[in-house]
């Protein structure tokens, strides 16, 4: 079957700390896309990061970088230097090939607080 | 160029009234979605439409129906609402460019029937 999990419902850091964010994913699917995407108190659904399956290299952008580990099933993603603005709910995402045709699986989703 | 919008933003329907949500990308991408988000969950896919005038069913299709009339909308109705399906809706569409893809998300529909 193919699922997200993230076991992290919550997560506290300081302002300036690094943070990494938990997710594993399992498939049967040679090839997939791993996504995360933040959702502040607001509502919105905010893209921050994507790791192909056959990407070689881990994928980073910005203070935001993406700990693929295939053997694993891990796709964590590391925050550096946190800021007051990361407090939001964060979600690990998979791209998967169903009778749907291509969709996004989400796993639950991890709360991220950062205090001064 | 607005990205992906929703409309309503908020509405509040008593069981076995209908409506339908309303979904506009302008970002010319082929492939749009329909997702709910309950409480404490991820986000769930209803509908998918891969193209202008197909429509599939994804995770959660029952008691919705959807619209794919032209390439920029991506319509979801609810024939007649029952209170399992108060929840927050989003609309998608998804990009694929140099090998990375990604779904942009509307603002989210909040939907609560009563």
């Known amino acids: 079957a193919q699922k997200i999990t993230q076991t992290q419902p919550g997560m506290f850091v300081q302002e300036k700390e690094a943070v990494t964010l938990d997710c594993t994913y399992d498939?049967?699917?040679?090839?997939?896309?791993l996504f995360w995407y933040k959702q502040p108190s607001s509502g919105e659904m905010i893209f921050l990061i994507y790791?192909?399956?056959?990407?070689?290299q881990n994928a980073t952008e910005g203070r935001y970088s993406l700990n693929f580990q295939k053997a694993r099933k891990s796709a964590n993603l590391v925050i550096s230097a946190s800021q007051l603005g990361d407090s939001a709910m964060y979600f690990c995402?998979?791209?998967?090939?169903?009778?749907?045709?291509?969709?996004?699986?989400f796993g639950k989703g991890t709360t991220l607080s950062v205090s001064s | 160029n607005a990205g992906v919008t929703q409309t309503p933003k908020f509405q509040v329907l008593k069981t076995g009234q209908s409506m339908t949500l309303q979904c506009a990308q302008d970002?010319?991408?082929?492939?749009m979605y329909w997702y709910r988000q309950d409480p404490g969950m991820g986000l769930r896919l209803i509908y998918y439409?891969?193209?202008?005038?197909?429509?599939d069913k994804g995770e959660v299709p029952n008691g919705y129906n959807v619209s794919r009339l032209n390439k920029r909308e991506f319509s979801l109705r609810l024939e007649s609402a029952a209170p399992s399906q108060t929840s927050v809706y989003f609309c998608?569409?998804?990009?694929?460019?140099?090998?990375?893809?990604?779904?942009?998300f509307g603002p989210g529909t909040r939907l609560l029937v009563l």
């Open positions: 790791q192909g399956s056959y990407d070689q």
């Open positions: 995402a998979m791209r998967v090939f169903n009778q749907a045709g291509t969709a996004l699986i």
């Open positions: 970002m010319n991408h082929n492939s």
């Open positions: 439409s891969a193209s202008e005038g197909t429509t």
């Open positions: 498939t049967s699917d040679p090839s997939y896309g």
């Open positions: 998608a569409s998804r990009r694929t460019s140099g090998g990375v893809e990604t779904q942009y």
